[in-house]
Nanobody
Framework: QVQLVESGGGLVQAGGSLRLSCAAT????????MGWFRQAPGKEHEFVSA????????YYADSVKGRFTVFRDNTKNTVYLQMNSLKPEDTAVYYC?????????????????WGQGTQVTVSS
């Protein structure tokens, strides 16, 4: 089993920045991909970004490309999501997820383990 704990959410004004962290514990050798998703009230889970655990290849949703950066520190088993130029429409609960299959995936169904989520609120 893999456990994921997110941190770093909060309230920020539009144009500001936040950095989310996702620390993995347990059978981290099973992790091949990590992803960030978000869910706004009344909406479905939305893919935000993903990174492969070994090579660090990244992928972003069009809505965040150029503003968000995902990166990892394998020595700490931690993935980060640096969010800049935040907009009110970025307001959501952000979840990190881990998968045991290699390669990038935008589908939430390809991630086996999930964190508890962290709230990000961007005020206008």
């Amino acid at each position: 089993q893999v456990q994921l704990v997110e941190s770093g959410g909060g309230l920020v004004q539009a144009g500001g920045s936040l950095r989310l962290s996702c620390a993995a514990t347990g059978r981290t050798s099973s992790i091949y991909r990590m992803g960030w998703f978000r869910q706004a009230p009344g909406k479905e889970h939305e893919f935000v970004s993903a990174i492969t655990w070994s090579s660090g290849s990244t992928y972003y949703a069009d809505s965040v490309k150029g503003r968000f950066t995902v990166f990892r520190d394998n020595t700490k088993n931690t993935v980060y999501l640096q969010m800049n130029s935040l907009k009110p429409e970025d307001t959501a609960v952000y979840y990190c997820a881990a998968g045991s299959v290699a390669g990038i995936s935008q589908s939430r169904y390809n991630y086996a383990w999930w964190g508890q989520g962290t709230q990000v609120t961007v005020s206008s």
